[in-house]
């Protein structure tokens, strides 16, 4: 089945304490995107990569690192996680881009609480 | 950046009747114009989209217009049903250069469909 993986589903962490959430797609998409959802603020996109070893910044990365080391991974990296980013993430993924006929795929979604 | 703008953040209705959900963005660039649907605890999904060379498309009882003079578009959803009951995302995208992976989201807007 065609779909966006990620891992954990549910996190409560604390304050500093490093994590990463992983993402893995099986459609050999070349676009992958990480965005946060929180209520009132819809969609904002953190990371994007328009392929192997191409990341760019969306509009709120502070604070989040990712890589693309394989086309099918693109974790996203908290290296002090602190309580603003307690999030609903989502990972999505989609041929190439987001426009046209580059349909994005999600995630089931993550969510993480900072303590 | 671009800056998505959507209104109403709520709206209800009466099964049976219209819904309309309507969006501007700032970007003259921006040419490709995604709708998505959220139901509750589930990932976001396409439900209709539309390019900057069209001025509207329907998809049964979804259809989507959009006037680029004026910067915005508009979701319109006929003869509503309980399970049309979800938040509704518009967003947006240049789809070119630099800005090929960004898309730009607006902040939602729940819809509640009583039956």
């Known amino acids: 089945e065609a779909q966006v993986t990620q891992n954990p589903r549910y996190l409560i962490t604390v304050t500093g304490k490093k994590l990463t959430v992983t993402c893995s797609q099986n459609?050999?998409?070349?676009?992958m995107s990480w965005y946060r959802q929180d209520p009132g603020l819809g969609l904002r996109q953190i990371y994007y990569?328009?392929?192997?070893?191409?990341?760019d910044k969306g509009d709120v990365p502070e604070g989040y690192k990712v890589s693309r080391k394989e086309k099918r991974n693109f974790p996203l990296i908290l290296e002090s996680p602190s309580p603003n980013q307690t999030s609903l993430y989502f990972c999505?993924?989609?041929?190439?881009?987001?426009?046209?006929?580059?349909?994005?795929?999600f995630g089931a979604g993550s969510r993480l609480t900072v303590l | 950046g671009e800056n998505v703008e959507q209104h109403p953040s709520t709206l209800s209705v009466q099964e049976g009747d219209s819904a309309v959900i309507k969006c501007t963005y700032s970007?003259?660039?921006?040419?490709?114009f995604p709708w998505y649907k959220q139901e509750l605890g589930k990932r976001p999904q396409l439900i209709i989209d539309?390019?900057?060379?069209?001025g509207e498309k329907k998809d049964q009882r979804i259809a989507v217009t959009l006037n680029k003079t004026a910067k915005h578009f508009s979701l319109h959803i006929t003869e509503t049903q309980p399970e049309d009951s979800a938040v509704y995302f518009c967003?947006?995208?240049?789809?070119?250069?630099?800005?090929?992976?960004?898309?730009?989201f607006g902040r939602g807007t729940q819809l509640t469909v009583w039956p």
């Open positions: 990569s328009m392929n192997v070893e191409v990341t």
């Open positions: 999505a993924s989609s041929p190439r881009g987001v426009s046209g006929a580059n349909v994005l795929t």
């Open positions: 967003a947006a995208s240049m789809g070119r250069g630099s800005t090929l992976g960004r898309l730009y």
């Open positions: 459609m050999n998409h070349e676009y």
């Open positions: 539309i390019r900057s060379n069209v």
């Open positions: 970007d003259s660039a921006s040419n490709y």
